[in-house]
């Protein structure tokens, strides 16, 4: 049984030290049988651009022909006409991967130590330079601030050129990492303008360059630049082609389990970890899957990895109607929204583009998409997000194992909406404890957030149905028993105005759902007992009032 390659991301290494490996190696063909002149592959993290990114470096690269030839033998591409292009192309391959920084200052250090680094690794390129290029080079290696250092990935191309008299191969992985790191630490417009000369002088035009294969998350218009390659080939999760190069399929899954004595856990793992739509494909998750074959437990392993800083954008972003849509993921339904395709990190980082962000991180996928538009129809992908999501909205409006929460959904289970240890009771000493961690204006939030933890928390008990109405976002929940004996609910809840009266509030709260004859949806469910429940808040405060219906 082969080894596992947990935390292993470089293709020779996985492949030298026989450890399982699910051949992607098509890819180079798909590639090689297009003519564009950048590919740019956006996938969720984890999803194996990395590992792919080193292949294709393998592959091509032509100073290690023979030691590399032998890694692809029993590959795929080694069966194909393309296959003769092994080994017979300069590669230049850089990674942005351990490049953190905080300020402009620290990237460019890190940058520049990364190319030093390189060119010593190639020191034999500088025989052949010209005696101004090998000025060039010098500076490179010796001036941090030097002129040439937004040109690098150029002169790179240039020298390799130089020496093998052949168009390279330029291989750049982890492209947004710097943009996200600039966004965070507040000096993203001066990294734009340095990255904006990186990339044009690289790429745009450059008579050294055979084609260029860029990997990142997003795409990312590294403010207009990318945008303006005119031929290059896209590859995200909206667009079609290449679908099945990143991820496992089930086909794929299925083999894996079989050879590690998992085969009677393939719907499961399907469930947990698949789901992921590519273009026409549908994938799941490789990182997940490979930990699964490790300890053979259905756990959440690739949410388990993500960057902390990420999963704190995506919450903080998340405000009022983001949560009436979650309900909706959280019943397992699509949603339909306008999906950014070329995105900038002050743009994603907005309210209106969290589901761009969502979708492109790998923690919502296509249910289906219109490609006469960019709006799509988009959903959870498994269990593994659920429990995510599940998660992190309890942890944040609640706090898990929260005592109280558990006692006001047994509340619910047992009919008890008021007096002791009731539903009302326990909703007000959560309210006590947590409302002071929001500001005045923003209360309405936590409010949104406490009904999505309530549809989480139930819906393996109930149909959840939400809506939020009006000018004055009146939110409604519907909870259908599946257990027909117990009773339903339709509760409104609303946020009182400066002034407003709690008894009235909840009159014509209570009033709306009779108007609605909710009672007929009930009884086509085969539930004969509901109840109409009025919840209205004013700053700390709450009051339940209901009636059956």
Known sequence: MRK?????????????????YVDKSMLIADILEQSSEAFIFNRP???????????????????????????????????????????????????????????????????????????????????????????????????????????????????FYAYFGRPVILLVDEVEKPGYDSYWHNYY?????????????????????????????????????FTELVNNKFCTVLDSGFDDRFGFTKEEVAASLDEYGYDDQLDSVLEWYGGYRIGGTTVCNPWSVINFLQTGNLSPYWVNSVSEDLI?????????????????????????????????????????????????????????????????????????????????????????????FEELLNSLRGSNIKGDHSFESNMQEIFTKKISEYEVDNRETFYYGFMACMVLALKEEYKCYSTIEGKTEKIELILIPKDKKREGYVFAFKVIDIGGSFKETMEEALKGIEQKKYKALFLENGVKK????????????????????
């Open 312 to 404: 704190e954008i995506i919450f903080r972003l998340s405000h009022d109607t983001v949560y009436k849509d979650m309900n909706t993921l959280f019943n397992g339904e699509s949603i339909k929204k306008f999906i950014v395709r070329n995105l900038s990190f002050p743009v994603v980082m907005q309210q209106k583009k969290i589901w761009s962000l969502l979708l492109y991180n790998g923690y919502l996928t296509l249910d289906s998409h219109q490609d006469e538009s960019d709006y799509c129809y988009i959903r959870l992908p498994n269990i593994e997000l659920f429990n995510f999501f599940q998660n992190g909205f309890l942890e944040k409006f609640v706090g898990l194992n929260n005592f109280h």
């Open 189 to 225: 417009e001066e990294l734009s303008d340095f990255l904006r000369v990186l990339y044009s002088s690289s790429l745009r035009g450059n008579p050294y360059l055979r084609f260029a294969v860029l990997f990142g998350i997003m795409r990312s218009t590294q403010d207009g630049f």
């Open 45 to 159: 993290r984890r999803f194996g651009k990395t590992v792919t990114s080193t292949m294709l470096f393998s592959f091509f690269d032509i100073m290690h022909t023979d030691q590399h030839r032998k890694l692809f033998e029993h590959l795929e591409i080694a069966k194909t006409e393309y296959f003769a292009e092994q080994g017979q192309s300069p590669v230049v391959y850089f990674s942005f991967k351990d490049m953190g920084s905080t300020n402009i200052t620290e990237f460019k250090t890190a940058f520049f130590k990364a190319v030093r680094y390189y060119l010593s690794e190639c020191s034999f390129l500088y025989e052949r330079l010209s005696k101004g290029d090998q000025e060039v080079y010098t500076d490179l290696t010796q001036n941090s601030n030097s002129i040439f250092l937004n040109n690098a990935l150029f002169f790179l191309t240039k020298f």
């Open 530 to 549: 509901a109840a109409a429940v009025a919840v209205s808040f004013y700053e700390d405060t709450l009051r339940v009032l209901y009636r059956n219906m």
């Open 4 to 20: 596992l390659p947990i935390g292993i991301d470089n293709f020779k290494k996985i492949i030298e030290g026989g450890y399982y």
